[in-house]
C-alpha cells in the first residue's frame, strides 16, 4: 500500500512557497505605494521650497534690465570704437537706444509676470534676428562678436530666470510660442518692441493664468490684493526709471547726430554749405581783382581822355594861330 503522507507533505510545502511568495508580493506593492507616496510628498515639498515671491521676482526682473544695459553699452562700445564706417556706427547707436530703453519700458510695467515674459520674448526675437540669422556679421563683419557674445548672454540669463517661474514643461511651451511666432511674422528689426501679448495665442495667455494661480514655481497671486499691491509698486518703478534715463540719454543726441551725418540729401546739404564757405572765403580777393580791373580801366580811360584833350588843345590853337596869321596878312594888303 502507498503511503499519501509524502504527497501530503509536499502540498503542504507548495501551499506554504505560494504563501510566502503572495505575502512578498504584498509587501512589495505596499513598499512601492508608499514609496510613490514618499516621492509625491517629497516633490511638493520641493516645489513649496522652490516657489518665489512676486516681490523676488520684481527684483530679479530689474537686476536683468540693468544687466542688459551693461551687456548692450559693452558690446556698442567695442563696435564703434575707432570706426570709420558712419553707417555702421549709427545702426548699432539706434540699436542700443531700442534695445536699452524697451527693456526699461519692460521693467517698469505694472505686471510683474508680464514684466518676465516679454523680456523673455524680446531677448529669445533679438537672437533670432540678430544672431541665428548671421545678420550681426553681414553688418558689422568682425566686429559683430561682442554683439553676438552678448546676445547670446542675455538670452541664458533671461531663461535661467524664467526657470525661476516656470516649470520644465511650461518653459518648453513657451518656446514653442516664440519660435512658433517668429516662423510665421518675424523679420523686422524692431523686435525690441514685440510683447510676448502680440506673440501668445489663447494657449500663451492660459499658461500665465495658469501660472498666476500658483501651477508653477511662482507663488499663487491674490488677484484681491493685486491692485493695491501694483499701486505701492508704481511709485518704486517711477523711481527706478529716472535713474535709468540719464544712464542711455545721450545716446538720443548721438541719433540724431548719425542720422544728420548718414542721410544723403544731408551730405549734399553740408557739400552745399562748404561750397558756399568756400566762396565767402574767396570773395575778398575776388574783391580785390574787381577793384583791380576797374582801376585799369580807370586809369586807360583817363590816358585816353587826357590824349583826346591834348589832342583837342592841340587844334584849337593851331586853328587860333591859323587865324591870327591869316587876319594880319589882310591887314598889311589893305594897308
Not at 542688459?68 to 559693452?74: D, I, K
Not at 553688418?139 to 525661476?164: T, Y
Not at 494661480?213 to 501694483?230: F, H, K, M, S, W
Not at 594861330?321 to 598889311?332: E, P, Y
Request: glycine residues 4%; hydrophobic residues 45%; contains cysteine.
Amino acid at each position: 500500500m502507498i503511503s499519501i503522507r509524502p504527497l501530503v507533505f509536499r502540498r503542504s510545502r507548495a501551499r506554504a512557497w505560494r504563501t510566502a511568495l503572495v505575502a512578498a508580493s504584498l509587501a512589495a506593492v505596499v513598499g512601492c505605494a508608499q514609496h510613490s507616496t514618499v516621492r509625491a510628498t517629497d516633490r511638493s515639498r520641493v516645489l513649496r521650497d522652490q516657489r518665489i515671491t512676486r516681490a523676488q521676482l520684481e527684483e530679479l526682473s530689474n537686476a536683468f534690465a540693468d544687466r542688459y544695459f551693461t551687456l548692450m553699452l559693452a558690446a556698442s562700445e567695442r563696435v564703434m570704437r575707432n570706426n570709420p564706417d558712419m553707417q555702421q556706427c549709427r545702426i548699432m547707436n539706434g540699436l542700443r537706444l531700442l534695445s536699452v530703453s524697451s527693456m526699461y519700458d519692460i521693467a517698469t510695467s505694472p505686471d510683474t509676470l508680464g514684466q518676465l515674459v516679454d523680456q523673455v520674448a524680446v531677448v529669445t526675437l533679438q537672437n533670432y534676428f540678430w544672431v541665428d540669422s548671421g545678420r550681426s556679421q553681414v553688418i558689422w563683419g568682425d566686429r559683430a562678436q561682442p554683439l553676438v557674445e552678448n546676445f547670446r548672454k542675455a538670452r541664458e540669463d533671461v531663461w535661467s530666470m524664467a526657470s525661476k517661474v516656470f516649470t520644465d514643461d511650461q518653459l518648453e511651451q513657451l518656446d514653442l510660442m516664440i519660435a512658433s511666432w517668429w516662423a510665421q511674422r518675424g523679420g523686422t528689426e524692431f523686435v525690441a518692441y514685440v510683447r510676448f501679448s502680440e506673440v501668445a495665442s489663447t494657449k500663451g495667455e492660459a499658461l500665465i493664468e495658469t501660472v498666476r494661480d500658483g501651477n508653477g514655481l511662482l507663488e499663487p497671486i491674490d488677484r484681491a490684493t493685486e491692485q493695491v499691491q501694483e499701486a505701492q509698486l508704481a511709485l518704486e518703478r517711477s523711481f527706478f526709471w529716472a535713474k535709468r534715463v540719464p544712464l542711455f540719454a545721450n545716446w538720443q543726441i548721438q541719433a540724431v547726430m548719425y542720422d544728420m551725418l548718414a542721410l544723403q540729401d544731408t551730405a549734399r546739404l553740408i557739400e552745399a554749405v562748404e561750397t558756399i564757405s568756400r566762396t565767402a572765403a574767396t570773395m575778398p580777393d575776388r574783391v580785390n581783382l574787381v577793384s583791380d580791373r576797374v582801376a585799369s580801366v580807370e586809369r586807360t580811360a583817363t590816358d585816353v581822355v587826357d590824349r583826346v584833350f591834348r589832342g583837342a588843345m592841340i587844334l584849337l590853337v593851331t586853328a587860333i594861330a591859323g587865324i591870327a596869321l591869316v587876319l594880319m596878312l589882310r591887314r598889311r594888303q589893305t594897308s
